[in-house]
C-alpha cells in the first residue's frame, strides 16, 4: 500500500510547469486603415489563397504553378518543415516509457584464485524486456514539446511565407518581363519610325529641299533610338533569366529562357485594366494572416517554453526502471519457467554543483526569449510599413499613370502639329525632332509606371497575407478608387 501511495504522489507531481505564463507583447495597433473609411469586419473576408489568378492572365497563372512546384527555396522550406516534423515526435516521444529488448550469451573462465567457482567456465545466457520511464516532475518533457511544438508550426508559417513570397515574386518578375517587352517593343518600333524619317530626309537633301543639318539631326535621332534597344533588351533577358530560376527551370531551361515571344503591347494594357480591387477597410487583425508574424509569434511562444525547460533542468531527474525475462546458465533450461527473472526499481539524479552551469542556462533561455520578442515586434511594425508603403505606391502610381495617359495623347498631337508646321515651312526641323523624342521618353516612362502599378497591387497582395474577397456583396465604397488618397492610413 505504501508502495502505491508513493507512485501515485510521483504521477501526482509529474506536469508541474516551471514556464513562465506566456504575455503576448502589446502594440498599439490600427483598427482602419483610413480615418473615417468604411470598416470591414474581420468575418466578412474571406482568404483567397489563388490570389494572382486575379490579374485574368492565363501565362501568369502557368508561371506561378510551375513555381510553387518547382522552386528550390520553397522546397528547401518543405524539407525544413519536415525536420520539424521529426523533431516533434522526438519530443512527444521523450514523454512516454520507452521499452528495450536485452538478448545477451556469455562464457567466462573464472579464476583459479577467485572466491567462488575457481577455476570454472559459466555460460550465462538471458533475454529481457527493459522498460524505462522519466517521471516529468517539474514539467520538462511537456515544456521541450510545447517548444518542439511551437517551433514545428512555427517552421510551416515559413514555410507559407515562402510560399507567398514565391508566387509574389514570380508574378512582380512577369510583369517586369512584359513592360520590358513592351518598351522593346516601342523601341524598336521608333527605330523603324526614324528608319524611314532619315531616308525621307536623305532624299530630301539630295533634292537641295533640306539643309544638311536636319539630315544629321534625323540621323542623330535614329541613333539614339537605336541605343535604346540593346539596354532594353539585355535587361530583358536578365528578367527572363531570373524569372526562370525562380520557377525551378533546370540550367538548360535558364539559358533559353531569352527565347520567348516578346508580348504585345495590348496585352499588357488589357492587364493593367484587369488588376484586381482592393478593399481597404480592413482592419488590423487581418495582419494575422501573414505568415512571417505567425512564425514570429509561434517562436516567441517557444522560446516561452525554453525557459520552462531550462528551469527543470536545475532539479531532480526520476526514472522508473523495470526488468521482466529470463535468465540461465544452461541454454537448455533457458526457457523454462524457474529461469524468469525481474527487477524494479527507481533512480533520481540532480546537479550538486555546476559552478553556475544551470542558472547560466535559464539566463541564456531568458534572454532568447526577449530576443525572440523584439524580433516579433520588429516584425508587426514592419508589416504596417510595407502595407502602408504598398498603399501609397498603388495609390499614386495610378495618379502618375493618368497624367501621362493624358500627357501621350497631348504629345502625339504635338507630333501631328509639329509635322504639319515644318511640312509647310513655319518651323524647323529641330521642333518635330524635340516633340517626337519627348513622345519616346514618355512612352517608355509610361510602360515603367504600368508595371510599377501591377508590381504595388502585388507587393499589397503580399504584405496583406494573400489575397481577399467578400464573402457577400461589397458596400459602397469599400474599394478606394484609384483617385484617392491613402495618405491618412493609419501606423502604429
Request: aromatic fraction near 6%.
Amino acid at each position: 500500500m505504501r508502495k502505491g501511495v508513493c507512485v501515485a504522489m510521483a504521477f501526482g507531481l509529474s506536469g508541474c510547469s516551471l514556464t513562465p505564463n506566456y504575455q503576448p507583447p502589446q502594440d498599439p495597433l490600427p483598427t482602419d486603415w483610413r480615418a473615417g473609411y468604411t470598416q470591414m469586419a474581420v468575418s466578412d473576408v474571406a482568404l483567397d489563397l489563388d490570389w494572382w489568378r486575379g490579374f485574368a492572365d492565363p501565362r501568369l497563372d502557368v508561371l506561378v504553378e510551375e513555381a510553387l512546384l518547382y522552386n528550390l527555396d520553397l522546397q528547401l522550406a518543405v524539407a525544413r518543415l519536415e525536420e520539424a516534423r521529426a523533431l516533434l515526435g522526438i519530443a512527444r516521444s521523450n514523454q512516454l516509457p520507452r521499452l528495450d529488448g536485452q538478448v545477451s550469451a556469455t562464457r567466462q573462465g573464472i579464476s583459479d584464485q577467485a572466491a567462488s567457482a575457481p577455476g570454472q567456465t559459466v555460460n550465462q545466457f538471458s533475454l529481457a524486456a527493459v522498460l524505462d520511464y522519466e517521471l516529468d516532475l517539474w514539467g520538462r518533457l511537456s515544456a521541450a514539446n510545447d517548444a518542439a511544438r511551437a517551433r514545428f508550426f512555427s517552421t510551416a508559417a515559413a514555410r507559407d511565407a515562402v510560399h507567398l513570397a514565391v508566387a509574389a515574386d514570380t508574378a512582380s518578375l512577369y510583369f517586369s518581363v512584359r513592360a520590358l517587352s513592351q518598351q522593346l517593343e516601342i523601341a524598336e518600333a521608333t527605330v523603324g519610325s526614324r528608319t524611314e524619317a532619315l531616308q525621307l530626309r536623305a532624299a530630301q537633301w539630295r533634292n537641295g529641299a533640306i539643309a544638311e543639318l536636319a539630315l544629321r539631326q534625323a540621323e542623330a535621332e535614329l541613333a539614339a533610338a537605336r541605343a535604346q534597344v540593346p539596354v532594353i533588351a539585355e535587361r530583358l533577358g536578365r528578367e527572363r533569366r531570373a524569372l526562370a530560376v525562380l520557377v525551378g527551370r533546370d540550367p538548360a531551361g535558364v539559358v533559353k529562357a531569352g527565347e520567348t515571344a516578346v508580348p504585345s503591347r495590348e496585352m499588357l494594357q488589357n492587364l493593367t485594366r484587369a488588376r484586381p480591387e482592393v478593399p481597404m477597410g480592413l482592419p488590423s487583425d487581418l495582419l494575422e494572416r501573414r505568415p512571417d508574424i505567425q512564425a514570429a509569434h509561434l517562436q516567441l511562444l517557444a522560446a516561452n517554453s525554453d525557459i520552462g525547460v531550462a528551469r527543470a533542468a536545475r532539479l531532480p531527474r526520476i526514472s522508473l526502471t523495470g526488468l521482466l525475462g529470463l535468465q540461465s546458465a544452461s541454454l537448455e533450461d533457458w526457457l523454462s519457467g524457474s529461469a524468469r527473472t525481474w527487477q524494479i526499481g527507481a533512480g533520481a539524479d540532480a546537479p550538486i554543483f555546476d559552478f553556475g552551469r544551470s542558472n547560466q542556462q535559464v539566463a541564456a533561455s531568458e534572454a532568447r526569449r526577449r530576443q525572440a520578442e523584439v524580433r516579433y515586434q520588429q516584425v508587426v511594425r514592419l508589416a504596417f510599413q510595407e502595407v502602408a508603403d504598398a498603399l501609397s505606391a498603388r495609390h499614386y502610381s495610378a495618379q502618375q499613370l493618368a497624367a501621362q495617359d493624358a500627357q501621350l495623347a497631348a504629345l502625339r498631337e504635338t507630333v501631328r502639329l509639329a509635322n504639319a508646321r515644318y511640312t509647310a515651312g513655319y518651323s524647323s526641323y529641330l521642333e518635330v525632332l524635340d516633340s517626337e523624342r519627348t513622345l519616346f521618353d514618355v512612352a517608355l516612362a509610361r510602360v515603367t509606371t504600368e508595371q510599377r502599378l501591377l508590381a504595388a497591387t502585388v507587393d499589397l497582395f503580399k504584405t496583406l497575407g494573400g489575397g481577399w474577397h467578400r464573402k457577400e456583396a461589397q458596400a459602397d465604397g469599400a474599394v478606394l478608387a484609384e483617385g484617392q488618397s491613402p495618405g491618412d492610413a493609419a501606423t502604429p
